[in-house]
């Protein structure tokens, strides 16, 4: 209950309850249609948005196609495991800066590090490219080494800044490896998008979806909004915007 109190007070919930306020309101007195049906489509908007519920559903959704989409067994020896950045935040001065990476970031790789760990002879091929002086790319390899992954079977990737450029970039790397060793490890609500980047470039490669977020939670917390609901709602919306935008321009 403490908890449930707590996000009701939060500016989310705040938020919330002042629309929902809004709605009962001009549903009492007289106003025009069109202020009526905007208010009423706004605040079932953002209900829906900052409510667990309906967020974990969509991001559900989402994860449980990158899962339909893992049909590879593990890797074999020697196989190349892709790994895509999730991003940095500020402007790290060295590769030492690995807490400047994202948790999507973070959890990827840790993820990918333990599956390459356990295939004899495979080699970590990290992709990311936002950042100035260090890239993504450079602090994953970093904290990839701290982590016991030797040096000489990891390959960076500096120059991709988006999915679509990985799958174009490291098309030229990946040619002479057999598609049964090629791996591609990204956020599990990300592996649609990504899949259809690498698909476009006629690029064979095995999902192996990870950080999945869409988690259970007791019946109040799951009604009451909640930031982290906003969150995932919009990573939702940006992966199936992503994959409209590819489909209408990158692929015509």
Same mark, same amino acid.
């Given at each position: 209950?403490?908890?449930?109190? +707590?996000?009701?007070?939060?500016?989310?919930?705040?938020?919330?309850?002042?629309?929902?306020?809004?709605?009962?309101?001009?549903?009492?007195?007289?106003?025009?249609?069109?202020?009526?049906?905007?208010? *009423?489509?706004?605040?079932?908007?953002?209900?829906?948005?900052?409510?667990?519920?309906?967020?974990?559903?969509?991001?559900?959704?989402?994860?449980?196609?990158?899962?339909?989409?893992?049909?590879?067994?593990?890797?074999?020896?020697?196989?190349?495991?892709?790994?895509?950045?999730?991003?940095?935040?500020?402007?790290?001065?060295?590769?030492?800066?690995?807490?400047?990476?994202?948790?999507?970031?973070?959890?990827?790789?840790?993820?990918?590090?333990?599956?390459?760990?356990?295939?004899?002879?495979?080699?970590?091929?990290?992709?990311?490219?936002?950042?100035?002086?260090?890239? +993504?790319?450079?602090?994953?390899?970093?904290?990839? +080494?701290?982590?016991?992954?030797?040096?000489?079977?990891?390959?960076?990737?500096?120059?991709?800044?988006?999915?679509?450029?990985?799958?174009?970039?490291?098309?030229?790397?990946?040619?002479?490896?057999?598609?049964?060793?090629? *791996?591609?490890?990204?956020?599990?609500?990300?592996?649609?998008?990504?899949?259809?980047?690498?698909?476009? +470039?006629?690029?064979?490669?095995?999902?192996?979806?990870?950080? *999945?977020?869409?988690?259970?939670?007791?019946?109040?917390?799951?009604?009451?909004?909640?930031?982290?609901?906003?969150?995932?709602?919009?990573?939702?919306?940006?992966?199936?915007?992503?994959?409209?935008? *590819?489909?209408?321009?990158?692929?015509?």
């Amino acid at each position: 209950m403490k908890l449930t109190l +707590e996000l009701l007070l939060s500016p989310v919930g705040l938020t919330a309850c002042g629309l929902i306020l809004l709605t009962v309101l001009v549903s009492w007195r007289p106003h025009r249609l069109a202020v009526r049906l905007l208010i *009423y489509a706004s605040t079932l908007m953002f209900i829906c948005a900052s409510m667990p519920l309906t967020a974990n559903m969509a991001l559900g959704a989402l994860e449980q196609k990158a899962t339909q989409e893992r049909v590879c067994p593990p890797p074999p020896p020697a196989s190349v495991i892709v790994v895509l950045a999730g991003g940095i935040n500020g402007n790290p001065v060295s590769d030492a800066d690995v807490a400047a990476l994202k948790a999507a970031s973070l959890r990827r790789l840790l993820s990918a590090v333990q599956l390459a760990q356990q295939v004899p002879d495979s080699t970590l091929l990290l992709s990311g490219g936002w950042g100035k002086s260090v890239r +993504e790319a450079d602090l994953m390899g970093a904290l990839a +080494e701290k982590m016991g992954f030797p040096a000489a079977r990891i390959v960076l990737d500096t120059q991709s800044r988006t999915t679509f450029q990985t799958a174009q970039n490291i098309r030229q790397r990946l040619s002479h490896v057999p598609p049964g060793q090629r *791996y591609l490890v990204t956020s599990a609500d990300h592996m649609p998008r990504a899949m259809m980047a690498f698909e476009h +470039e006629n690029l064979s490669i095995c999902a192996w979806p990870v950080d *999945y977020e869409a988690l259970p939670l007791q019946p109040l917390d799951m009604l009451t909004p909640q930031i982290s609901a906003l969150e995932k709602s919009t990573r939702v919306v940006h992966e199936l915007l992503g994959m409209l935008y *590819y489909r209408l321009v990158k692929f015509q």
